[in-house]
């Protein structure tokens, strides 16, 4: 069997193991709540016949485990049951928000990726000199500080005092996209408004830079770590005495080997900004998940916070197996051998 | 030690890092003497001085009810390092030993630990601290307790795969032959050879620690009013952004300054003693 198919097929199935994990997890957490969820979905005024009535149909009066086995049921035919704070299913409420805050963090990733490991290289490649001294001490600033401390001095900077980009939202009222796939940046592709798009993604650009300046940072001070390490292998001294060019040193031969330690971290931080995004949401009144997924959370609405977390899990854990696979097609040790690693 | 601490103080970076860290350790917890107006960490209200820029004597502001910006900073750097330390306190004890244990015995008990290691890691860990603190009532105990869990995962991996490496080792070997127990060989063979690593990386997460909690109390799931937390102070700020800049902005430089301090003198230890990521 192909290496990278058995790769996947292992790589699936642990995954689904942490994922029934992550799902007993956060169903024991949303379980172990004090207060009644049927009393607060119910109200104040609710009779005692009422309240009864909803935690028999939730389950709530059987045992733990029973409730879990109706839980994973459930799960599996793509039911997350109703929400109790906006009593639509769950589902239909995460497919509403969810697209926002994937968008957001794509943009995200991809600015992480584009301006992260371009610092990075720069840096080991002009290592000890200014400019290295420069990005290491901006880098260290990006991770030094939380996204939400960011979106804050950016929307200061750039949207209120110099008036480059929008304050808040995800694109302006005039535009109506009717939803197709939830994305606007491919929603106004796909009518082909270009004016629409340009506008949504004039939106997108300071919150996802804020959500991203973490893990620029991040990606750019383990790629200058590894780079700097590799300019002491032998190879790279025979390319300069060789008389290759600097730059194409530094791009092709030390960047190389130090690619797959920093798809690793740039895995890890993606799964951070999924969290991180709920931050910069708040402050750029970013239509995503997190207004929702504090309001359940103070709700005390379980369906609701259990099925945002499981989302949110699986979306991450799907990404880090698209990180292993590139990983593995990047690494020739992997794409070559015969026994997977 | 000394030497470490020589070098340290050489490079200009790790002692801004020092200085940093010296000055917030020191105003939090000299704060009854540093702080202008003590009396307003708690439920005060002065309206007769409400909403103001910074100006002397309110040096960052005065906050919606009128209390001293600066005083609030101050107060909440001693709840925030308080935080911190609880944290690592307990969550590096049981990250480590789960991951020594993993890491030596292999087999069955690794594949199970590790598992279960792996679980914690799959949730984002802002949002596992948020589920946490979505059922648990909103405290500092409370926010300790998310915040502990979504740690020792990171620490069991750290020590996990030094212990794999060091397993190998002739003084591992020599120890099983001479029938030392198990317990010495984890604790006393084995973990002196990590705790480099260990230092380095709490050194980091004392400031990480201190954004992450920032980050729960930022989204409400934090300490409650009237006790003074920078995470809260950014929330109640951006509601009045951009008029009341000062209301947001020292706050969140605030928690710059702490982390960015920490996160020096990490990175200086980090190559001083040659500890893996």
């Known amino acids: ?341 | 030690m000394k030497r470490t601490f020589a070098i340290l103080t050489a490079n200009p970076l790790s002692l801004l890092g020092l200085v940093l860290v010296f000055v917030v350790v020191f105003s939090a917890v000299f704060a009854d003497f540093i702080a202008p107006f003590p009396e307003h960490a708690g439920a005060v209200v002065d309206f007769a001085n409400f909403n103001q820029p910074p100006k002397w004597p309110y040096i960052f502001g005065t906050d919606l009810v009128g209390r001293d910006l600066f005083t609030r900073v101050i107060y909440a750097y001693r709840i925030s390092l308080i935080l911190g330390i609880v944290v690592l306190a307990i969550a590096v004890p049981i990250g480590v030993s789960i991951g020594l244990v993993a890491g030596y015995l292999g087999g069955r008990t690794e594949y199970v630990l590790m598992r279960l290691t792996d679980v914690f890691l799959s949730v984002p860990p802002l949002v596992l601290a948020m589920s946490i603190m979505g059922v648990l009532q909103p405290t500092l105990a409370n926010g300790m307790l998310a915040v502990t869990a979504m740690w020792w995962p990171w620490y069991t991996r750290l020590v996990y795969n030094i212990t794999r490496g060091e397993k190998e080792e002739g003084y591992v070997l020599a120890a099983e032959v001479i029938g030392a127990s198990r317990l010495h060989i984890i604790f006393r063979e084995i973990l002196p050879n990590c705790v480099p690593a260990i230092v380095t990386k709490m050194t980091l997460d004392m400031g990480f620690v201190i954004l992450i909690a920032s980050s729960l109390s930022f989204l409400g799931l934090g300490v409650q009013p009237p006790t003074p937390d920078l995470g809260s102070m950014v929330a109640d700020g951006a509601k009045y952004l951009p008029d009341s800049w000062w209301l947001t902005i020292f706050p969140g430089l605030a928690i710059l300054v702490a982390v960015f301090g920490f996160n020096l003198i990490g990175d200086a230890l980090r190559d001083i003693l040659g500890a893996e990521q």
Do not use: C
């Open chain 1, 1 to 341: 069997m192909n290496p990278l198919a058995r790769l996947l097929a292992k790589r699936l199935a642990t995954s689904l193991i942490v994922l029934i994990g992550v799902s007993m997890l956060i169903f024991a957490i949303a379980r172990i709540i004090p207060g009644d969820p049927a009393r607060i979905a119910l109200g104040p005024n609710a009779t005692q016949e009422q309240i009864a009535n909803l935690r028999a149909e939730l389950h709530l009066d059987d045992n733990i485990v029973v409730q879990y086995g109706y839980f994973i049921a459930d799960v599996a035919r793509g039911d997350l049951g109703i929400s109790l704070y906006t009593n639509r299913p769950v589902t239909a409420d995460i497919a509403l928000y969810l697209p926002a805050t994937l968008e957001l963090v794509l943009v995200a990733g991809i600015m992480m990726v584009g301006i992260g490991l371009p610092l990075g290289i720069w840096s080991a490649r002009w290592r000890g000199r200014a400019a290295d001294n420069l990005i290491r001490l901006v880098s260290l600033l990006g991770v030094s500080a939380p996204s939400f401390v960011w979106a804050v001095i950016l929307m200061l900077l750039f949207a209120f005092y110099l008036p480059l980009f929008p304050i808040a939202g995800r694109i302006s009222d005039s535009y109506a996209i009717a939803p197709v796939t939830g994305f606007l940046l491919a929603d106004t592709l796909i009518q082909g408004d270009l004016r629409a798009f340009g506008n949504a993604a004039w939106h997108v650009v300071l919150p996802a830079f804020a959500l991203a300046l973490s893990g620029i940072g991040q990606a750019a001070r383990l790629t200058r770590a590894n780079m700097v390490e590799t300019y002491d292998k032998p190879y790279i001294e025979m390319a300069q005495s060789y008389g290759f060019p600097a730059r194409r040193i530094a791009n092709r031969y030390a960047f190389r080997p130090s690619l797959i330690p920093s798809l690793t971290i740039i895995g890890l931080d993606f799964a951070a900004m999924l969290g991180n995004a709920f931050l910069v949401e708040a402050i750029f009144a970013w239509p995503g998940l997190s207004r929702y997924g504090v309001a359940v959370i103070l709700r005390k609405d379980l369906n609701a916070i259990v099925g945002t977390v499981l989302i949110i899990s699986a979306t991450f854990l799907l990404v880090n197996i698209i990180v292993d696979l590139l990983i593995a097609l990047l690494n020739p040790r992997i794409r070559y051998s015969q026994r997977p690693a």
